[in-house]
């Protein structure tokens, strides 16, 4: 009697309890499953904009380094110019010397020539 309705009444307890618990803890798993995968789609994204910055980031490094070599092509081709100029400009000093050495000589010829007719 009594007694077995009692025990009874408890496993009704003890079921209504272990599906209230079981209620909640698969809502809960829901909602950690649906929190992990919304995780993982944020790590996804964050991993598609890494790579793409990473990606810019070596087009932007490419990019100075080939500008870089330029710069050092048009320099060194500016410092070639200069040399070459300075080495004209030299080369023509040295023509000048050459002819105002010989119009001294012939000036003082002249002067020597003309000396010797008085």
């Known amino acids: ?4 309705r009692q025990v009874v009444s408890v496993k009704a307890d003890v079921r209504a309890r272990e599906d209230d618990i079981r209620g909640i803890y698969t809502e809960k798993e829901g909602l950690h499953t ?8 944020g790590n996804q994204e964050m991993e598609r904009r890494l790579k793409t910055v990473l990606a810019e980031c070596e087009s932007l490094q490419a990019r100075k380094e080939a500008e ?6 048009r320099v ?3 410092v070639l110019r200069k040399d070459d100029t300075i080495a004209q400009q030299r080369g023509q000093l040295n023509d ?3 002819q105002l050495r010989q119009t001294e000589l012939v000036l003082q010829r002249e002067l020597a020539d003309s000396e010797l007719d008085e």
């Open 1 to 4: 009697g009594w007694l077995e």
């Open 96 to 98: 000048l010397m050459q």
């Open 68 to 73: 870089m070599e330029e710069l050092n092509v």
């Open 34 to 41: 649906a929190k992990v995968r919304q995780l993982e789609e």
């Open 76 to 78: 060194r081709a500016l």
